[in-house]
Nanobody, 127 residues
């Protein structure tokens, strides 16, 4: 079973950048699809970005398109989320997640489709 650990959160002013990292253990390219989610106080967990089993397809929420980039370093078994032009509404706890690839699902932006979660890292953007 894969295990995940996020890092890289912090506080930044609006317009700034952060890069989140998700270190994995037990991960093998092609066996899992992965994603980034966030949850703000009083709100549901929402999908931010996802990467497919092959690592070649990426997906983004409309609210972050053009600002966030998800990537996978296979050599380091680490998932990244580069966040640029941050806005106060990006403030949330960010989680990385993984799920085993199956024939009928190779990627997802839906939290219920994931069964492995990291502990989360706080991102705070001030105006």
């Amino acid at each position: 079973q894969v295990q995940l650990a996020e890092s890289g959160g912090g506080s930044v002013q609006a317009g700034g950048s952060l890069r989140l990292s998700c270190a994995t253990s037990g991960y093998t390219l092609g066996n899992y699809f992965m994603g980034w989610f966030r949850q703000a106080p009083g709100k549901e967990r929402e999908g931010v970005a996802a990467i497919s089993c092959s690592g070649t397809s990426t997906f983004y929420a409309d609210s972050v398109k053009g600002r966030f980039t998800v990537s996978l370093d296979n050599a380091k078994n680490t998932l990244y989320l580069q966040m640029n032009t941050l806005k106060p509404e990006d403030t949330a706890i960010y989680y990385c997640a993984a799920a085993r690839c199956v024939p009928y699902r190779r990627a997802s932006m839906r939290a219920p489709d994931y069964n492995v979660w990291g502990q989360g890292t706080q991102v705070t953007v001030s105006s």
